[in-house]
């Protein structure tokens, strides 16, 4: 065994395995399991070997001890089985990445399942095989039986991202989308900014009120609502479901039980029944809705919608699948790269092929 010692290192210089294995008085193999989580290594030999790792500030090229053991990430994107156009733009970006991150040894896959039947996405989890599958990131509402199998996936070994919509009561590793609260507040911002009479009522959809995302986006539109634009008031929350028939339902309902409505928040990323219903009447009302779809795309360029807010889902896929590996790996993340920011669009603003990026 080699003798310990002090190492020190020429200024600039970066610290190797060899200085590690100088500084514990341990050979290069037992480094190189360490380093690897091999077993076969006491306990009092790996303490020492992590100590000299802090002391010397070695930062270890994880891409380079990938390749050297053939390590591949194999990942998975659960996703609700919904007919929102959204969510099925995820699931082709998805898919369009996939074929590029073969190449950076990564394997991802999609599964569908049903949003609202948290037992349904509570099996989908459990029957994630720790063999075969690293990470996950799952969009799933915020309930007992979720937040439970979440739990499970986390002890099997199987890194979790929450994505679009929080689990924060769960052990998740990270959760990638927008501030919701904060979307929820540009969107009162939007409809006081808008609206060209100073009272009336503000009607609220939502795809579900399980959906936490929903609920903050709520909460973070009554705050600005109240404390900026106190004429208006803003109805109880209305729950479509993503169903364009009920959608086109309730709404002439309720213009007739509130005929002074002057605006409609929709949280929900599917606004198909909302436009069918804007399409049939003529209605002066500001409308905000949330997601850069190719039907919100056309609501918005026919003036029946004054706003979107939106997330890039390009970016949400590539941050799932960076944080998916740093935490596999136990290294450091950007957090300002994997920050998702709140998109604003509106008829004037909108890129070529808008509804694409």
Do not use: W
């Given at each position: 065994m080699p003798e310990s010692g002090k190492v020190k290192?020429?200024?600039?210089?970066?610290?190797?395995?060899?200085?590690?294995?100088?500084?514990?008085?341990?050979?290069?193999?037992?480094?190189?399991?360490?380093?690897?989580?091999?077993?076969?290594?006491?306990?009092?030999?790996?303490?020492?070997?992590?100590?000299?790792?802090?002391?010397?500030?070695?930062?270890?090229?994880?891409?380079?001890?990938?390749?050297?053991?053939?390590?591949?990430?194999?990942?998975?994107?659960?996703?609700?089985?919904?007919?929102?156009?959204?969510?099925?733009?995820?699931?082709?970006?998805?898919?369009?990445?996939?074929?590029?991150?073969?190449?950076?040894?990564?394997?991802?896959?999609?599964?569908?399942?049903?949003?609202f039947d948290s037992t349904e996405i509570a099996i989908?989890?459990?029957?994630?095989?720790?063999?075969?599958?690293?990470?996950?990131?799952?969009?799933?509402?915020?309930?007992?039986?979720?937040?439970?199998?979440?739990?499970?996936?986390?002890?099997?070994?199987?890194?979790?991202?929450?994505?679009?919509?929080?689990?924060?009561?769960?052990?998740?590793?990270?959760?990638?989308?927008?501030?919701?609260?904060?979307?929820?507040?540009?969107?009162?911002?939007?409809?006081?900014?808008?609206?060209?009479?100073?009272?009336?009522?503000?009607?609220?959809?939502?795809?579900?009120?399980?959906?936490?995302?929903?609920?903050?986006?709520?909460?973070?539109?009554d705050q600005v609502m109240e404390q900026q634009f106190p004429g208006f008031a803003v109805l109880p929350t209305i729950e479509i479901h993503d169903h364009e028939v009920l959608a086109e339902k309730i709404l002439p309902e309720a213009l007739s039980n509130w005929p002074d409505i002057r605006g409609i928040y929709s949280t929900a990323s599917s606004n198909k029944g909302l436009i069918g219903f804007l399409n049939k009447e003529l209605l002066d009302l500001v409308v905000i809705a949330h997601e850069l779809t190719p039907t919100s795309q056309i609501a918005l360029q026919q003036g029946l919608f004054a706003a979107l807010i939106s997330q890039d889902k390009g970016h949400i896929v590539r941050s799932a699948v960076r944080l998916m590996r740093s935490t596999v790996d136990a290294v450091p993340y950007n957090a300002t790269q994997e920050r998702i920011r709140i998109e604003i669009f509106l008829k004037e603003n909108l890129p070529v092929n808008a509804a694409d990026t």
């Open positions: 290192l020429v200024q600039g210089s970066k610290p190797t395995v060899i200085d590690i294995a100088r500084h514990a008085g341990v050979s290069l193999a037992t480094v190189d399991r360490v380093l690897n989580d091999r077993p076969g290594v006491r306990v009092v030999t790996m303490e020492r070997v992590h100590k000299a790792v802090n002391e010397l500030g070695y930062i270890r090229d994880t891409a380079a001890a990938n390749l050297a053991r053939q390590r591949v990430y194999r990942f998975v994107f659960l996703l609700p089985e919904s007919t929102e156009e959204y969510i099925d733009a995820l699931q082709q970006e998805v898919t369009s990445q996939s074929r590029s991150l073969i190449n950076e040894r990564t394997h991802v896959v999609t599964i569908r399942v049903s949003y989908s989890l459990d029957n994630l095989d720790r063999e075969k599958v690293d990470g996950v990131a799952v969009v799933a509402p915020e309930t007992p039986t979720v937040r439970d199998a979440v739990t499970r996936t986390r002890e099997r070994g199987i890194a979790v991202v929450a994505l679009l919509t929080d689990l924060p009561s769960s052990p998740r590793n990270h959760f990638v989308g927008i501030d919701n609260k904060a979307a929820g507040q540009t969107a009162a911002k939007l409809m006081g900014s808008f609206s060209t009479v100073e009272s009336g009522k503000v009607l609220v959809l939502t795809g579900s009120r399980l959906a936490r995302d929903h609920l903050e986006r709520r909460y973070g539109f």
